[in-house]
C-alpha cells in the first residue's frame, strides 16, 4: 500500500540546521511531483518547497535562500535541507506526493515530523 513518511524533525537552536526525509512507497515515485508543507499552530498549511518529476524547484519566498528541497529516485526519498533556522519556522513539516494523470489525481500526505526552533 502507499506509505509516505517524514523524518528528522527536533528540536533546533535558532540559526541551526535540520534535514528532514520523506520515504515513499507503493507507487512510482519518480514520476511524482514531490512537495514539503508546515502548518504552526493557529495557522493555515503553506508551501515551503517543491520539486517536480524532472526536478525543477520552487520554494516559498521566506524559505528562498536557506531551504534546499531535492530527491533521491533510486531511494523514493525527498529531503529538505533547512538552514538557518527562526523560531518561525516551528511547525509540524508535511511531505506530499503528487500525480495528476488522465483527469486522475494522486494526492497523498504523510502524518508530519515536529520541527521546533527555540534556545
Known amino acids: 500500500q502507499v506509505q509516505v513518511v517524514e523524518s528528522g524533525g527536533g528540536l533546533v537552536q535558532p540559526g541551526g540546521s535540520l534535514r528532514l526525509s520523506c520515504a515513499a512507497s507503493?507507487?512510482?515515485?519518480?514520476?511524482?511531483?514531490m512537495s514539503w508543507y508546515r502548518q504552526a499552530p493557529g495557522k493555515e498549511r503553506e508551501l515551503v518547497a517543491a520539486?517536480?518529476?524532472?526536478?525543477?524547484?520552487n520554494y516559498a519566498d521566506s524559505m528562498k535562500g536557506r531551504f534546499t528541497i531535492s530527491r533521491d529516485n533510486a531511494k523514493n526519498t525527498v529531503y529538505l535541507q533547512m538552514n538557518s533556522l527562526k523560531p518561525e519556522d516551528t511547525a509540524i513539516y508535511l511531505c506530499?506526493?503528487?500525480?495528476?494523470?488522465?483527469?486522475?489525481?494522486?494526492?497523498?500526505w504523510g502524518p508530519g515530523t515536529q520541527v521546533t526552533v527555540s534556545s
Open positions: 506530499r506526493a503528487r500525480r495528476q494523470f488522465r483527469r486522475l489525481d494522486y494526492d497523498y
Open positions: 507503493g507507487f512510482t515515485f519518480s514520476v511524482y511531483a
Open positions: 520539486i517536480s518529476a524532472g526536478g525543477s524547484t
